[in-house]
C-alpha cells in the first residue's frame, strides 16, 4: 500500500469505477465522492494527498471546488480530468493551482502516470520542507527539542492517526507546542500544516504559548459558579499576578478556566496539575500555592 490518499470527486459511472480500480490497483487508498459539497465534507474531516475532479459536477463548480479545496488545504494537489476539455478550462485550472489538466478520453495508465508525477513531486516537496525545518531547528541551537520529536514520533508511530497522541506527548515534555515542532511533526506525518494547526487550537488541553511548570484550571461550571467559583478565580489572579489564560513572569504557574472537572459534589474546585483541590474558600488559595513551590 502506498503512503498517499486520493479522493475521485465525479459522479457515479463507469469510467469513475475505472479510475478507482487503476488507482487501488497501484497500491493507492482512493475514496469517492458524488459532488463538490459532498467532496468540500471530506475534505474538512479527512486529510488526502491528491484530488482527482471533474470540472463540470453537481454542487459546487469545478473552479470554484478547486479554489475551496486549496482554502481547506493549501497542500493538497489536484488534477483536472474532465469530459470536455479547452485551452480556457486548462488556463484557469493551471492558474488555480492545478497539477494537470486532462481529457478523460486519456487511457486509464495515462492517468496513473500523471498521478504518480503528482505525488512523487509532492512526496520530494515534503522532504525538502523536512531538511528546512530540521535545519532551522538545529540553527537555532534547539537539538534538544529535534530530539524530543524524534523520541516522541518513534514511539508513537508515524500514521495521521497517532497526531493526537504526538501532540499530547510534545505539550507534556514542553509544556506548550512550538511552532517548529508542529511544523515537523506536519511533514513527517505527512498532514496539512492547517490541520495540524486546526488540531492543536481546538483542544483546551494544547497550547501554542510556554505554559508554567504547573498548570491551575478553575472550574467554572454550574455548581462550581454558584458556590463561589469567580471569588476563587479572582484570588488566584491576585495572588499569581496574572488574568485567566496568563502565565507568571517565573513560569511557576499557568492559570486557566475550564467547564467543569466532573466532581460537582467537591464545589468549588479548582485541579493543580493533576491534583483536585475541592471546597475551596478563597482564604484557603494562598496556602495550595504553597504546595507548589
Do not use: W
Not at 478520453?105 to 516537496?125: D, G, H, M, W, Y
Not at 506536519?186 to 504547573?214: D, E, Q
Not at 486557566?256 to 467537591?266: A, Y
Amino acid at each position: 500500500m502506498k503512503d498517499f490518499s486520493i479522493l475521485i470527486v465525479d459522479e457515479p459511472d463507469d469510467l469513475r469505477e475505472r479510475y478507482l480500480r487503476t488507482l487501488e490497483s497501484d497500491g493507492y487508498s482512493v475514496e469517492v465522492a458524488d459532488d463538490g459539497k459532498q467532496a468540500l465534507a471530506k475534505i474538512r474531516g479527512s486529510s488526502y494527498d491528491l484530488v482527482l475532479t471533474e470540472l463540470e459536477i453537481p454542487g459546487v463548480e469545478g473552479l470554484k471546488l478547486l479554489k475551496l479545496m486549496r482554502n481547506l488545504d493549501p497542500e493538497i494537489t489536484t488534477i483536472i480530468v474532465t469530459a470536455n476539455p479547452t485551452v480556457e478550462g486548462a488556463v484557469e485550472s493551471l492558474k488555480g493551482g492545478a497539477f494537470h489538466y486532462l481529457s478523460k478520453s486519456i487511457p486509464p495508465e495515462k492517468l496513473l502516470e500523471s498521478v504518480n508525477q503528482a505525488l512523487e513531486k509532492k512526496r520530494l516537496r515534503q522532504r525538502a520542507e523536512l531538511l528546512r525545518i530540521e535545519k532551522k531547528i538545529r540553527a537555532t541551537s534547539d537539538l534538544e527539542g529535534l530530539s524530543e520529536v524524534d523520541e516522541i514520533m518513534n514511539r508513537q508511530g508515524y500514521e495521521p492517526s497517532s497526531l493526537i497522541a504526538v501532540l499530547q506527548d510534545i505539550q507534556k515534555q514542553r509544556r506548550y507546542l512550538p511552532q517548529d515542532a508542529l511544523r515537523l511533526v506536519s511533514a513527517r506525518l505527512n498532514l496539512p500544516l492547517t490541520r495540524v494547526y486546526g488540531i492543536a487550537t481546538f483542544y483546551k488541553a494544547f497550547s501554542l504559548k510556554p505554559r508554567g511548570r504547573h498548570l491551575i484550571n478553575v472550574c467554572v461550571g454550574t455548581a462550581c459558579h454558584v458556590r463561589g467559583a469567580t471569588k476563587i478565580l479572582e484570588a488566584l489572579e491576585r495572588g499569581l499576578g496574572v488574568e485567566a489564560g496568563g502565565t507568571t513572569l517565573d513560569e511557576r504557574f499557568s492559570l486557566e478556566t475550564v467547564r467543569c472537572v466532573g466532581c460537582c459534589g467537591l464545589a468549588p474546585v479548582i485541579v493543580v496539575d493533576e491534583n483536585f483541590h475541592g471546597k475551596l474558600t478563597q482564604e484557603k488559595v494562598p496556602s495550595v500555592l504553597a504546595d507548589y513551590t
